[in-house]
């Protein structure tokens, strides 16, 4: 690797320890659905967002609540400490599209129907109040 790629590398590394996040990778629901659950606790504070997805009936909120609880372990890991009530707060999520399987299902008349099995991959970002109010200023 030239001189030039180490140092963007070396950049990179050290811009990604200042954030705090988890990914899901390869999760067999389709995106439209995981991201009405993402969009239901986008930008909320931790515990309400794990309250959110406890007493949701969607499937996909199940993986979403394992992630979140996955993000704020990676963030008190980082930081040395534990999270305290109010101090994190979900700062990005998005869901893109993954790999699709697709697959055949027999139809009338010899024909077949295509069925497309969607995947997708989560990523969930959380931050302090106090930080992100430092980055604004």
Do not use: C
């Not at 180490?6 to 990604?16: M, N, P, V």
């Not at 991201?35 to 794990?50: F, K, P, S, Y």
């Not at 995947?119 to 969930?124: A, I, K, P, Q, R």
């Amino acid at each position: 690797m030239g001189s030039r790629k180490q140092k963007s590398a070396d950049a990179r590394k050290e811009a990604l320890k200042a954030l705090y996040f988890a990914s899901l990778r390869n999760v067999p629901t389709s995106p439209r659905k995981m991201r009405l659950v993402a969009d239901m606790v986008r930008g909320m504070e931790v515990n309400r967002a794990l309250g959110a997805l406890r007493y949701s009936k969607k499937e996909a909120s199940v993986r979403l609540e394992k992630l979140l609880r996955s993000a704020i372990a990676n963030w008190e890991e980082k930081n040395g400490r534990s999270a305290e009530e109010g101090e994190l707060y979900i700062s990005r999520i998005f869901v893109d599209g993954g790999s699709t399987l697709k697959r055949l299902r027999p139809a009338p008349q010899g024909r077949g129907y295509r069925i497309r099995k969607r995947s997708n991959h989560v990523t969930l970002y959380v931050d302090t109040l106090t930080n992100n109010e430092s980055t604004k200023n």
